[in-house]
RNA sequence: AGCCUCAUAGUGUAAUGGUAACACCCCGGAUUUUGAUUCCGUUAUUCUAGGUUCGAGCCCUAGUGAGGCUACCA
C-alpha cells in the first residue's frame, strides 16, 4: 500500500543511484544535489512524475548528507511559456507529495550569466557570430554520413565577434539576421558537436525577464551552466539527450562554472493507451478533444487527481517501474492496480446504484426498521459504522435481477434469495414489465429476523447486493471513465487521434446514492460498494446541490469476465 | 548510410562470472454479508551465432531487432 508505510524496504539499487552512492563512497561529493528542471510549456503529466519521484526521491534518501533536489523552470523560449504553466506545476510538484523549499529557480535568472559565458567563448575563439540563413547552415551541416562545411563566418576575428556579439544583445539586428556558434568540430559523427548555435535573436517578451533581452541561449547551452551554476552532481534525464552529453561536456569544460556536473540519462515512462507527449496533450486540448488539461481522462497529474488517483499511488507506480536505459512500454494496469491498492486500504465504503431498478417489498411490515448499520469498511473497524437509511421500497442494480438466471449466477431471480448488504435477506415474489417487456419493478418479501445474523438453516443465498432506498435516495451524477484511446499505441494510430478517440472514455449516468453522499466534499474519495472507487469532482461538486462523482478506477470483476459482461 | 544507446516470462524490473527471481496481467482453488479484499496455487523467461572460462544473463566479437541524432525547440 501506501510508500510511506514502509519507508524502510530496502529497495534495489537502479543504476542511478549505485552511480551516487559510488560517487559518496569514493568521496566525489560531499552531498548530493538533483534538479527537476521542466520547461513551463504545459501540464506535467504521469511521465514527469517518474522523474519527480527519481529526483526528489534520492534527495529524501540522501537526507543525511543534506541532499537536495531543485524546482528549476528551464524558462530560455519566450516564445512557448506561459506563467499559468509555472503554478500549475508548482502545484503539481507539491500534490505529488515533494518539497523544493529554498531551491527554486529560473534558468532566465541566469541570462547575464550565460551571456559572460558566451562573451568567454567568444575571446577564447571557440565561438564566432554566423551570419548564413538557418537553410544555410543546414544545408552546410551536412547529414548523418557526409561531413559539413566550415561557414565562411567561423575564422572572423575575435574583436569582430564581439563588437557583432554586443550589437545581437543591443538589439540591432531583426530575427533570423545572425546567431552565435560554438566552434567545436563539422566533421563530428555526433551532429550535436557541428558547431552548434547557442544564441538566437527573438525579440519577445519573456514572462519572468520581460523585455530586458532580445537574445535568449539554447537548451544545449544553457543547461550545463544551470547545472553547474546550482552545484547540481548529478543531472538526470531522459535517454533523448544521450547524443548531447559530449556537447554538455563541452560546455562544462570551456566555460568558468564552479563545478562540474554529471549527466545520467534514463528511459522515460510509456504507457500502453496513454499519449504523454506535451505537445500531442496541448493538440487534444486545443482542438477541444477533451475538456481541458485537467480532464479526467488525461494522464496529467491535474487529470489523475481529479480523477481520484491518490499521489500515493502515483509514487508507488513510479518506485515500482524501476529504471533503467531500456525504452519500455508499462501496462496501465500496474498504474490501476497501485490506485486500486492503495484505495482499497483508505476508502470508505460507500451504496450507489449506477442503474436502479426499483424494488417493492410487500411484507416491509413485517419487521419495519428506520436504518440498518453498515460498516464503514469491513477490513478496518476503525472506520466506524454508520446508519443507513431504510424503507419498503428501494432500488437495485438492474444487473442484480435476472429473469433466467445461469446457474451461477448467485443473485435476485424467480424463486431465489439474495442478501441486501448490510440488511435482510429478501425473497423474490414477482416482477412486473411494460409494453415493451422491460423489467420495471421488482416484488419481494424480506425474511424478518435476518438482519445482522448469519443465513438461516434451509436458506440458499450466497450474495449479498448493494441496494438504496427509494424514499431517502438522492440523484448523482455519476461519469465513468475508460481509456480515452482505443487502441494500445496511440502514438502510431494512423488518421490521428480522431480515428482512435474511445467513444466510450466518459459516460454520464444518473445514479441513486445514499442520503449522506450529498453532503460530501468536493474530493470526498469512497469506494460505491461492488462498483469502483469515486471521487467527487473537484470542479463540479458542490455540497447541496445534485452530487457529482468521478469514477476514478472500477473494481476487478471476476463474474463479469466469466458472464462476458 | 554513419555515430550513440539498449535487448531477461505476455508486461515491467532483479540476479559479487556460480541453482534465473519479484511484481503486474492471465488462469485455477480456499475464505467472504462487496463475484472486491485476503490467502494458496498453475503456466511461462536470458534475441541469434561464435569466442574466453571449470563455469556466461553478466566478459569479448559479429549479426539481428528496437530507440535516438541531420531545430535559430526542450
Avoid at 477 to 489: G, T, W
Wanted: hydrophobic share 40%; with cysteine; charged share 25%.
Amino acid at each position: 500500500m501506501s510508500d510511506s508505510a514502509t519507508p524502510a524496504t530496502p529497495a534495489k539499487l537502479d543504476f542511478i543511484r549505485e552511480i551516487i552512492a559510488e560517487d559518496l563512497a569514493a568521496g566525489k561529493h560531499s552531498t548530493i544535489i538533483t534538479r527537476f528542471p521542466p520547461e513551463p510549456n504545459g501540464y506535467l503529466h504521469i511521465g514527469h512524475a517518474k522523474s519527480i519521484c527519481l529526483n526528489f526521491g534520492i534527495a529524501q534518501e540522501h537526507a543525511a548528507v543534506n541532499a537536495r533536489c531543485h524546482l528549476r523552470f528551464d524558462d530560455t523560449n519566450p516564445e512557448k511559456e506561459e506563467s499559468e504553466y509555472v503554478e500549475s506545476i508548482k502545484a503539481d510538484v507539491q500534490w505529488l507529495g515533494f518539497e523544493w523549499g529554498e531551491n527554486l529557480y529560473f534558468a532566465s535568472d541566469y541570462f547575464q550569466f550565460f551571456y559572460d559565458c558566451a562573451v568567454r567563448l567568444i575571446q577564447d575563439g571557440k565561438a564566432y557570430i554566423e551570419q548564413d540563413s538557418a537553410e544555410e547552415m543546414r544545408v552546410k551541416r551536412g547529414n548523418l554520413t557526409t561531413p559539413g562545411t566550415h561557414s565562411p563566418h567561423r575564422e572572423r576575428a575575435v574583436e569582430d565577434n564581439l563588437a557583432l556579439f554586443a550589437r545581437m544583445r543591443a538589439g540591432d539586428f531583426q530575427e533570423g539576421e545572425c546567431v552565435l556558434r560554438a566552434k567545436i568540430d563539422m566533421a563530428s559523427s555526433n551532429m550535436n558537436l557541428r558547431d552548434p548555435v547557442l544564441y538566437r535573436i527573438m525579440h519577445a517578451h519573456h514572462h519572468n525577464t520581460g523585455d530586458a533581452w532580445c537574445i535568449y541561449p539554447m537548451y544545449d547551452f544553457a543547461h550545463p551552466l544551470e547545472d553547474a551554476l546550482e552545484h547540481v552532481t548529478h543531472s538526470l534525464c531522459t535517454l533523448e539527450f544521450e547524443n548531447h552529453r559530449p556537447l554538455y561536456d563541452w560546455f562544462i569544460e570551456n566555460c568558468p562554472v564552479p563545478c562540474k556536473p554529471r549527466q545520467i540519462e534514463f528511459a522515460r515512462l510509456n504507457l500502453t493507451y496513454t499519449v504523454m507527449s506535451k505537445r500531442k496533450l496541448l493538440q487534444l486540448v486545443q482542438e477541444g478533444l477533451v475538456g481541458g488539461w485537467n480532464d479526467p481522462r488525461l494522464p496529467t497529474l491535474s487529470g489523475l487527481r481529479r480523477r481520484g488517483y491518490p499521489a500515493p499511488a502515483i509514487r508507488d507506480f513510479c518506485k515500482r517501474i524501476g529504471l533503467t536505459k531500456f525504452n519500455s512500454t508499462t501496462d496501465v494496469a500496474l498504474l490501476e492496480f497501485e490506485v486500486r491498492d492503495f484505495l482499497n486500504h483508505s476508502s470508505p465504503r460507500r451504496m450507489a446504484v449506477l442503474d436502479p431498478l426499483k424494488v417493492v417489498l410487500t411484507n416491509w411490515a413485517a419487521e419495519p426498521l428506520d436504518s440498518v448499520v453498515v460498516a464503514n469498511h469491513p477490513q478496518n473497524p476503525a472506520a466506524g459504522e454508520r446508519a443507513v437509511p431504510v424503507s419498503g421500497e428501494l432500488w437495485i442494480e438492474r444487473d442484480d435481477f435476472m429473469e433466467d438466471p445461469p446457474k451461477k449466477f448467485y443473485r435476485l431471480g424467480p424463486g431465489r434469495h439474495v442478501r441486501l448488504r448490510g440488511g435482510h435477506i429478501i425473497r423474490y415474489v414477482s416482477h412486473d414489465k411494460d409494453a415493451a417487456g422491460n423489467i420495471t419493478r421488482i416484488h419481494a418479501e424480506i425474511l424478518p429476523g435476518t438482519v445482522g445474523v448469519d443465513t438461516p438453516a434451509g436458506v440458499e443465498c450466497r450474495a449479498a447486493i448493494h441496494w438504496v432506498d427509494a424514499a431517502t435516495g438522492v440523484d448523482a451524477e455519476v461519469r465513468l471513465y475508460d481509456r480515452l484511446f482505443s487502441v494500445e499505441d496511440p502514438d502510431a494510430a494512423e488518421g490521428g487521434f480522431t480515428s482512435v478517440l474511445n467513444p466510450a472514455s466518459l459516460t454520464t449516468v444518473t445514479a441513486k446514492v445514499e442520503p449522506a453522499l450529498a453532503a460530501a466534499e468536493p474530493g470526498f474519495a469512497c469506494q460505491f460498494e461492488r462498483i469502483g472507487y469515486f471521487v467527487a469532482d473537484s470542479v463540479d461538486h458542490q455540497p447541496g446541490a445534485k452530487p457529482v462523482f468521478n469514477r476514478t478506477v472500477a473494481l476487478r470483476d471476476s463474474w463479469g469476465k466469466q458472464a462476458g459482461r
